[in-house]
């Protein structure tokens, strides 16, 4: 049974278009959450996606004036066709084509999730703009300046007002508003999803079916749920890359069990996002299978599911290897990948 968010959100407001007698009412966004789905996360009873919310926040995305260079956005990094990840970088580009230390993870379900950034650096998803905005190496933006320029800007004094029903241009209307327009980014509509919900167009071939097996008994204890990731923080393993020394979730905890540890990413459209890992050091599908079938480096943290029974990884066939990615193509959701509703143009 699907959730539908639409009725009882909200009342809609009745808000003011201009200095006009004209007046515009913001209508709420239709949202469900899929029958395949988990519970959500994020309370959207607090921050209900409406027309112009939705509007604003996709304005704010694709704004490079956020930027201190007035160039880098927040879809500069998040390239809707690529899954909204940086495809082909191993760490993204920010302002003064300075480079970080980190590949760009995929925008998608994020009412779904717990924690945010590699290393869960927050775990609420109105904060979670804020990093990269104030970030020297990505955006460097001064929020002050950011609602200053908004100020000025009539378009977004008009969004403002018809968005919110105090009509401040401020930092925290700015951050639900993109909000907003992230909980709206779901991808749902894959053949997996079809599948999994018994809808036209859903059955697996011999091979996806058999790579969905695999996945379940090799894959699903990390990647769980149809969203694919348990949203834990994960040593898998990889070797240690001394010219970065990113000690994951330990940066954020300083508990030395969270050492290496980052986040599961979802699986989600996974053939459209390469590079890998969150330092982007595997380029295709069959260089992260070959990790965990005979990369797997031991560690006092890796996790316990990479080290049973006296072997360290995943063994793998390089028949079971094809398997698998063919079922991860089922998760590719070519909807969300053209929807235009989340396009810049």
Same mark, same amino acid.
């Given at each position: 049974?699907?959730?539908?968010?639409?009725?009882?959100?909200?009342?809609?407001?009745?808000?003011?278009?201009?200095?006009?007698?004209?007046?515009?009412?913001?209508?709420?966004?239709?949202?469900?959450? #899929? /029958?395949?789905?988990?519970?959500?996360?994020?309370?959207?009873?607090?921050?209900?996606? *409406?027309?112009?919310?939705? &509007?604003?926040?996709?304005?704010?995305?694709?704004?490079?004036?956020?930027?201190?260079?007035?160039?880098?956005?927040?879809?500069?990094?998040?390239? $809707? +066709?690529?899954?909204?990840?940086?495809?082909?970088?191993?760490?993204?580009?920010?302002?003064?084509?300075?480079?970080?230390?980190?590949?760009?993870?995929?925008?998608?379900?994020?009412?779904? $999730?717990?924690?945010?950034?590699?290393?869960?650096?927050? /775990?609420?998803?109105?904060? $979670?703009?804020?990093?990269?905005? %104030?970030?020297?190496?990505?955006?460097?933006?001064?929020? =002050?300046?950011?609602?200053?320029?908004?100020?000025?800007?009539?378009?977004?004094?008009?969004?403002?007002?018809?968005?919110?029903?105090?009509?401040?241009?401020? *930092?925290?209307?700015?951050?639900?508003?993109?909000?907003?327009?992230?909980?709206?980014?779901?991808?749902?509509?894959?053949?997996?999803?079809?599948?999994?919900?018994?809808?036209?167009?859903?059955?697996?071939?011999?091979? &996806?079916?058999?790579?969905? !097996?695999?996945? =379940?008994?090799?894959?699903?204890?990390?990647?769980?749920?149809?969203?694919?990731?348990?949203?834990?923080?994960?040593?898998?393993?990889?070797?240690?890359? #001394?010219?970065?020394?990113?000690?994951?979730?330990?940066?954020?905890? $300083?508990?030395?069990?969270?050492?290496?540890?980052?986040?599961?990413?979802?699986?989600? =459209?996974?053939?459209? %996002?390469?590079?890998?890992?969150?330092?982007?050091?595997?380029?295709?599908?069959?260089?992260?299978?070959?990790?965990?079938? /005979?990369?797997?480096?031991?560690?006092?943290?890796?996790? #316990?599911?990479? @080290?049973?029974?006296? %072997?360290?990884?995943? #063994?793998?066939?390089?028949? +079971? @290897?094809?398997?698998?990615? !063919?079922?991860?193509?089922?998760? *590719?959701? =070519?909807?969300?990948? *053209?929807?235009?509703?989340?396009?810049?143009?």
């Amino acid at each position: 049974m699907k959730i539908n968010y639409f009725l009882g959100l909200m009342v809609p407001f009745l808000f003011s278009c201009s200095d006009s007698d004209d007046a515009y009412i913001d209508r709420p966004l239709d949202f469900k959450v #899929p /029958s395949n789905f988990p519970a959500l996360v994020y309370n959207i009873g607090l921050n209900p996606p *409406t027309e112009k919310g939705f &509007e604003l926040g996709k304005k704010l995305f694709y704004d490079g004036r956020l930027s201190s260079d007035g160039i880098i956005s927040c879809g500069f990094c998040h390239i $809707q +066709e690529d899954a909204f990840t940086h495809h082909g970088h191993v760490f993204s580009h920010g302002i003064d084509n300075l480079v970080g230390t980190r590949n760009s993870p995929s925008i998608q379900n994020l009412a779904y $999730q717990t924690a945010f950034m590699y290393d869960g650096a927050t /775990s609420h998803l109105d904060l $979670q703009p804020v990093i990269p905005l %104030t970030s020297p190496v990505e955006m460097n933006g001064d929020l =002050n300046a950011i609602v200053s320029m908004m100020g000025k800007d009539p378009i977004y004094s008009k969004l403002f007002k018809q968005a919110f029903a105090d009509k401040k241009i401020n *930092t925290e209307n700015m951050l639900k508003a993109l909000s907003q327009f992230m909980v709206m980014i779901t991808s749902s509509d894959s053949k997996f999803d079809h599948y999994r919900r018994n809808e036209a167009g859903g059955s697996l071939n011999t091979d &996806e079916a058999a790579g969905y !097996a695999l996945f =379940n008994s090799k894959c699903a204890s990390c990647h769980a749920t149809d969203l694919m990731t348990d949203n834990s923080f994960r040593n898998n393993g990889l070797a240690i890359n #001394p010219a970065l020394n990113d000690v994951g979730r330990f940066r954020v905890t $300083q508990l030395v069990a969270d050492y290496y540890k980052f986040k599961v990413p979802s699986l989600r =459209n996974v053939d459209k %996002t390469a590079p890998y890992m969150h330092d982007g050091r595997f380029g295709t599908l069959e260089s992260v299978l070959d990790h965990y079938s /005979s990369g797997v480096m031991d560690s006092p943290t890796l996790d #316990p599911v990479l @080290k049973q029974k006296g %072997t360290v990884g995943i #063994p793998l066939s390089e028949k +079971e @290897k094809t398997q698998l990615i !063919a079922f991860l193509t089922t998760l *590719t959701d =070519n909807q969300y990948l *053209t929807d235009k509703r989340f396009s810049e143009y």
